[in-house]
């Protein structure tokens, strides 16, 4: 993982985060002080995004269906902080942008909040490993006749 993360992965692997890593990462930078209070934009709110995937074989884009999402804004000292959430946990919702928030305003709170997002990252990666390994087990060998 690089030194640094862009906003874009950070909130990525923020909204993959389990309630249990990111919920009490945002209590302890609040109760320890790393993070000031922050102000709540949007309050933790549910609702529907669209799932647009791609055919594999022409690679045409279309809809598969919605998604239940949880959305929430806020500002830690001026600075923004924002995610969105698959499902329905407002707490964890919540947490994330508070995250992103003080990620983006503390030295301190980032480095804490990139090593959370590192931990996801090596998590995911060992998934999707062993979802491949899964998947090359099944691969189909053809030999042509001539």
């Not at 919540?94 to 709170?109: E, N, Q, R, T």
């Amino acid at each position: 993982m690089p030194d640094t993360l862009t906003r874009e992965r950070r909130c990525e692997l923020l909204a993959a985060a389990e309630h249990d890593e990111i919920v009490p990462l945002a209590e302890r930078l609040l109760a320890d002080g790393a993070t000031p209070p922050p102000t709540v934009v949007k309050a933790p709110e549910v609702g529907m995004v669209v799932l647009q995937v791609r055919e594999p074989v022409e690679e045409t884009r279309f809809y598969l269906g919605e998604v239940l999402v949880t959305e929430c804004s806020v500002e830690v000292d001026g600075v923004p902080g924002w995610c969105m959430r698959a499902d329905d946990d407002r707490v964890a919702a919540l947490a994330g942008a508070l995250l992103d928030a003080a990620a983006a305003a503390s030295p301190a709170a980032r480095a804490e909040v990139d090593a959370l997002c590192a931990a996801v990252a090596e998590r995911r990666a060992a998934e999707d490993a062993a979802e491949w390994a899964d998947i090359t087990a099944t691969t189909v060998a053809f030999e042509e006749l001539t």
